[in-house]
C-alpha cells in the first residue's frame, strides 16, 4: 500500500486563496469555483505524489526545501514532511516571490 501524506494548509495560504477567490469572484462567480476547484484537484494530488512539484530555480526557496505547483497563473508553495504536504503560499505567478517565503 502507498503512503498518503496529509494536506496541512498554513494560514497564510488560506488567506492567499480567500484572497485570489474574492478577486475573481467579482467579475465571474463561475470562475473563482472553477478555480477553488483546480487548485483542490491538484492539490489533492500531493497526497499520493508530494514530489510532483517543480523544485524552485530561486536559491532562497531551494534552501528552505520549497517545492511549487503551476496552477493556471499562480504558483502553490509547499514543503513535504516526514507524512505531511504543508501548503505555504497561494500566489500570482507574475509576483516576485523569494521574498514572500
Known amino acids: 500500500m502507498e503512503k498518503k501524506y496529509k494536506i496541512e494548509y498554513l494560514p497564510s495560504s488560506v488567506k492567499d486563496l480567500t484572497e485570489i477567490v474574492d ?7 463561475q470562475s473563482a469555483i472553477s478555480f477553488v476547484d483546480k487548485i483542490d484537484a491538484s492539490i489533492s494530488r500531493l497526497e499520493q ?22 496552477i493556471e497563473n499562480f ?10 504536504v504543508e501548503i505555504r503560499r497561494i500566489i500570482s505567478g507574475k509576483r516576485k516571490y523569494d521574498f514572500l517565503l
Open 75 to 84: 504558483l502553490v508553495f509547499y514543503v513535504v514532511f516526514d507524512d505531511i
Open 23 to 29: 478577486y475573481i469572484i467579482i467579475d465571474s462567480p
Open 49 to 70: 505524489f508530494p514530489f510532483m512539484g517543480n523544485v524552485p530555480k530561486d536559491i532562497r526557496p531551494q534552501s528552505l526545501g520549497y517545492r511549487m505547483l503551476m
